[in-house]
């Protein structure tokens, strides 16, 4: 089970590396955001799912009910996440922002 556990938390920490690198390197808001709707979100759920395997590996009622909490955390990161991230780029759009177009010339949304 520590064997699992380890590589999801290194899963975790080089989606959230890959992320970090995308936030810096990418050139416009829209391309930032895709970045962080997918490879954070896949970051986070896989540090969660470590922490609930790790906390199950006990097999008694306090730890199972503290699994079941992590679960739930688990769910609504899935969840929130991308919801938020669609929120914020239709939030540019609406404005007014225009998406980068490679050779410098922008496009109107």
């Not at 969660?48 to 009910?65: C, G, K, P, R, Y």
Request: proline share 4%; net charge neutral; aromatic share 8%.
């Amino acid at each position: 089970m520590d064997i699992v556990v380890c590589i999801l938390l290194g899963l975790g920490l080089l989606f959230f590396t890959g992320g970090t690198l995308g936030l810096i390197r990418l050139p416009d808001v829209y391309s930032r955001l895709h970045m962080a709707g997918k490879i954070d979100t896949m970051g986070s759920i896989s540090l969660i799912a470590a922490l609930f395997l790790n906390e199950i590996e006990m097999f008694d009622m306090a730890h199972l009910l503290v699994g079941l909490k992590i679960l739930l955390v688990l769910f609504f990161q899935f969840l929130a996440s991308p919801t938020a991230c669609h929120a914020m780029v239709d939030a540019c759009l609406r404005a007014g922002l225009a998406p980068w177009v490679k050779g410098g010339q922008r496009s109107d949304p």
